[in-house]
């Protein structure tokens, strides 16, 4: 019962700022040619556990898109502008926007398309699947990257052999079960595929 009060505690104290954290700053957009705000960056990821969590997220990512949809209109330019809602890890969704020749970019080359014939079922996200229903939903693909550094970190480094083990274990299955596979100047990325993220416009 603690737990349960401490959390909803936490809710409540991180209301109002949310509200200023949230705010679209113009002068970042004009000069850099994109915005976000992503719930992870400011509150962590326990922000997306379920219930409570899971509520908040969705309330405020549809707030925000709204909020920010009425600012973008009255700029009269073309401008992109969508909910990135990631399925299962909500922790890491955001309110993405972006104006003049950023446009391209976040339209088709951010995200990979999924191969998997799914489309977006709003009832799973109760209760705002009439307002998730109003937007457009494009499936993509979640992926998580490990860079070959990482693999390569020296076994002198970890804090115990333990550490250096689990981690080897883990690098091994990575390296056979990997999603997709880059190279670049600074060697491989493996890439792990840990769900969908749904791309929602109007």
Known sequence: MRKIRGYKRYFDSIKDSIMKDSQLDLNFLNEE??????????YGANIGLKGKGRKFVLENL??????????????????????????PRLELSEIVCCI??????????????????????PDNFRPFEHQLADLSWTRKVDLEATFEWEIEWPKEQYGSNKDYFTHQRFYKKLKENSYRVIENEDGKVYFRLMGDVWIGKK
């Open 33 to 42: 040619k994109y915005f976000n705000f992503q719930f992870e960056d400011w």
């Open 62 to 87: 549809l707030r925000i898109h709204n909020e920010w949809d009425v600012q973008l209109q009255k700029l009269n330019y073309e401008y992109y502008l969508a909910v990135w809602l990631y399925d």
């Open 100 to 121: 003049d020749s950023k446009i391209d970019y976040y339209e088709n080359e951010v995200f990979l398309e999924s191969k998997k014939t799914k489309n977006f079922v």
